[in-house]
Structure formats: C-alpha cells, structure tokens
C-alpha cells in the first residue's frame, strides 16, 4: 500500500484503516526497509505489536504524534489514492513549463531541459505562448495562481516546492539536497513536496475555474479516472458497449473480480450510471440509511436489506463515497 502498488486488495485497505492519503507514500520503498523502521519504532517504545504484524501506539507515541501534527499539517493535504498515478506527469510538465518559460522572458535558449520525456516536451509545446508580450501575461497569470496554491501551506512546505523549480540559470534541488539544507529526513521532504503538489492538483479539479492558467498545463491529467490498469479496461469496453457477459468471456474474468471493476469504477467516474444495477428505488434507500446512520461496515446494509447483493449495496456505498466501497463482496 506505501509503495503504490494499486490492486484491488490494497486500494480497500487503504480506504479500510482511513489511510488514503498514505496511500503510494513511499514508492520504491523495499519491504526489508519498511520492516526495519517497525522495529525501530517498537524499539524506541512508540509503538507496541499486539499480534504478529499488529501494531499500536503506545503513550509516548501519541504524544510526538501530537506534538508533530502541527509541524507538518501540511500532510493533511496528501491524497495518494487519488492521484499517485498522475502525480509524476503534473509534476514534469509544470516544471518544464516554468523552466521554459523562465529562460524565454531573460532571452536565454541555451540550455539543458529538466525534462527529456517526449510527451511532456509535446505537451509544453502546444500551451506555451508565442510572443514576448504573452510570455509576460502567462508568467504573471502562473505566479498567480502558484502563490495562492502555496499560500495554504506551512513556509517550509511552500519554499520547499519552489526550490524543487527550475528556471533561468537555476536548475531546481533535489530531495537529497533539499533534506541536508533542511535537516530533516529526506522522506519528511518527499512527503512534504508531494502534499503541495497534491494540493494543486486538487485545485485544478475541483476549482479549475480559479485556476485557468494550471489548468491548460495538466487539466486533462486530472479529468481521466483514477482506475486500476484492468478496472480501466473494463471501462473502456463498458464505453465501447461491450456487455458484462462479454467482458467476461474475452477477459476471462470472474464475476467477482468484475463486480470490483465496477465499484472501483462507480467510485471514481462521476457520471458512471449504477441503475443497471440497482433500480433508483432501492439507491434512495440504501442512500438514505447511510447518511441515517454514517455505518461504513457492509453488514449492517446488509441485515436491514437481505434482498440486495454486497455488489448492489457496494456501488452505493462507492457512488456516496462510503469508506469501505471498493472492499471484496466477500
């Protein structure tokens, strides 16, 4: 789950234990790593093993936890689940826009692009303005809207983002220079880019209006659904008019591993109808005894309607955003 891998087990978990915004925290991250650093917390007493790979906080902890949480509320804006998988491509196509951008208004085109991938160079290429008097306006408009992304978070967090930028003779930090300058853990630096970065990915789709001028840089990264690679292909044949029966069969799938492809999808495309599903009658009830009672455990949705599936009452659960929604029938 920290290190991204999107399946449709660690996609529930992460919704399961609350944790979506850790979600895809630590890519790369080995498992030997991950464990050590267990250990290390349990040695120093912060957390305590309850059962085998069970793990509490003990008092002490909680009390760094408290006493951390101001310090780096700047997390709080973390959303991996939601956009881990796009987060790279905003980052190289604003960064290279900047860059290019930057060089351009002090008439400087010699120099070396901190971006080769073709498809971001592409991208820039087909928003970035003709003459001199735009390139004015743009840099304007983009410091703009920047500066009111960056202004909802902590200094550190903001001046950390910035120094990640690079522009006329300046070629942006890395994280391992960014974490010796700053004397923190080069995974508190990551953490920290990556929740500014998911701030202003979120502007964008939720408050693109706001936003014109990121908009045009990375709008179509966030209009695409955040769907697992074979969810997404199940998508696209629900698109192309394929039926369930012939998803199957050409996919050799299960019934249930499709029913997770739809509520993954239900979840995550907005406009995706569920009435071939559950008819509108029985959504208003299931609806209605969510928001009655907040329950997030399938159970209970089942017990009060025995007549539905888990596959019915969790396309609701995913279309009201409940938290257990893309977790197994089972």
């Not at 305590?48 to 909680?62: D, F, N, S, W």
């Not at 949705?301 to 609701?316: E, G, N, T, W």
């Amino acid at each position: 789950m920290v290190t991204g891998k999107k399946t449709a087990q660690s996609l529930s978990d992460s919704q399961w234990f609350g944790i979506e915004r850790y979600y895809a925290a630590f890519k790369g991250m080995a498992h030997d790593t991950f464990t050590a650093s267990i250990e290390s917390l349990v040695k120093e007493k912060y957390m305590k093993a309850l059962e085998e790979h069970v793990y509490i906080l003990t008092e002490k902890g909680e009390q760094v936890l408290r006493s951390e949480s101001g310090r780096l509320s700047s997390l709080n804006h973390l959303n991996g689940l939601k956009y881990a998988s796009i987060e790279t491509s905003c980052w190289q196509v604003i960064t290279l826009y900047v860059q290019a951008l930057s060089n351009s208004l002090y008439g400087h085109s010699n120099y070396s692009p901190v971006i080769r991938d073709f498809s971001v160079i592409q991208k820039v290429k087909s928003v970035f303005p003709k003459t001199e008097s735009e390139r004015k306006i743009q840099a304007e408009k983009l410091y703009q809207e920047l500066s009111q992304v960056l202004l909802e978070h902590d200094s550190v967090s903001a001046q950390l983002f910035v120094k990640k930028l690079s522009g006329y003779n300046r070629i942006g930090s890395t994280f391992e220079q960014l974490s010796r300058i700053e004397g923190a853990s080069q995974e508190e630096i990551v953490l920290r880019f990556r929740a500014v970065l998911h701030s202003l990915i979120h502007k964008i789709a939720y408050e693109k209006i706001n936003f014109p001028m990121l908009h045009s840089l990375i709008g179509s990264f966030t209009e695409a659904p955040a769907l697992t690679k074979s969810a997404s292909l199940t998508y696209r044949m629900l698109t192309n008019n394929k039926s369930l029966e012939e998803i199957m069969n050409v996919r050799n799938l299960k019934i249930s591993t499709l029913e997770d492809h739809l509520v993954e999808i239900a979840r995550e495309v907005h406009d995706f109808p569920i009435t071939p599903y559950i008819n509108d009658k029985e959504f208003l009830k299931v609806k209605h005894f969510y928001t009655k009672t907040n329950e997030t455990k399938l159970r209970p949705f089942k017990d009060a309607f025995p007549h539905l599936s888990y596959f019915q009452i969790r396309l609701v659960l995913a279309k009201e955003g409940g938290k257990h929604a893309t977790g197994s029938s089972t």
